[in-house]
């Protein structure tokens, strides 16, 4: 039996540091001002061009992805940068579970959002408000995964099958983070409740199936063999890029 040992979740999340990486977390007000919360970024546009980072935060950060990996469509774009929000989200709110016994409220009207910015400086949170592990769920794939999804399905032509591989991919690979994590810092604790923790959040039906559950590899493809030079991802359900079918390049 692993003795659990927690670390406080202060206001500034700085435990969160420790883990480096997807697992950070902003506070406060960025330094450029505020920015538009999740929840706003979310909605259809409401001025302003699509192109314009706070016009349509959601069309901005999938056209910003396309043009950094050359995306051949939009949909590949799309997948890319719904994943690369999962892993943050997930890396988040599980590393904190995991390492502190509790979670911040990622409630999408307190975490703000800078879609033109890199990790770990895209996502603020305004306020820390202290949740239980229980809620990992009700945080992460109802508050943040499930609205994501219905954005960016309302502006792109990319099927939920898809998304939650995402999702489910990017659950595990927060778990292989932390995994490696503990391993290098003589905290076995924080591994093995991460493994529990995403064990349970993997029976949700949104979830379930997404990944073998032998191999962890995924069930669908995130799309990424289409960006030119991709090849397939580590867990990818393709042994090698399929051929694209006749009519498309």
Known sequence: MVLLVFVDLDPRLTALDALGGFFVLRTGVAPRGPLPTL???????????????????????????????RAP??????????????????SIALGAAALCGSL????PELLRWDPDAGVPDDLWLAEVRPRPVT???????????????????????VSPALLWGNA?????????GLDRWALAHGRPDVGERARTLA????????????LDPGTLRRRSCCLYYRVPGGGVCGDCCFDRPPRPAPGRT
Request: aromatic share 8%; no cysteine; charged share 25%.
């Open 39 to 69: 929840a706003s970024a979310w909605e259809n546009p409401r001025f302003g061009t699509p192109a314009e980072v706070y016009g349509d935060p959601v069309t901005f950060r999938v056209r910003k992805v396309a043009q950094s990996i």
């Open 73 to 90: 469509e939009p949909r590949v774009a799309a997948s890319v940068a719904q994943q690369g929000l999962a892993a943050r989200f997930w």
């Open 104 to 107: 911040p409220d990622l409630d």
């Open 135 to 157: 809620d990992l769920d009700a945080v992460v794939r109802d508050g943040l995964l499930v609205p994501l999804s219905a954005a960016l399905r309302s502006r792109h032509r």
């Open 168 to 176: 489910g991919s990017a659950l595990a690979g927060a778990v292989r």
């Open 199 to 210: 064990g349970r959040l993997f029976e949700h039906p949104d979830l379930a199936g997404t």
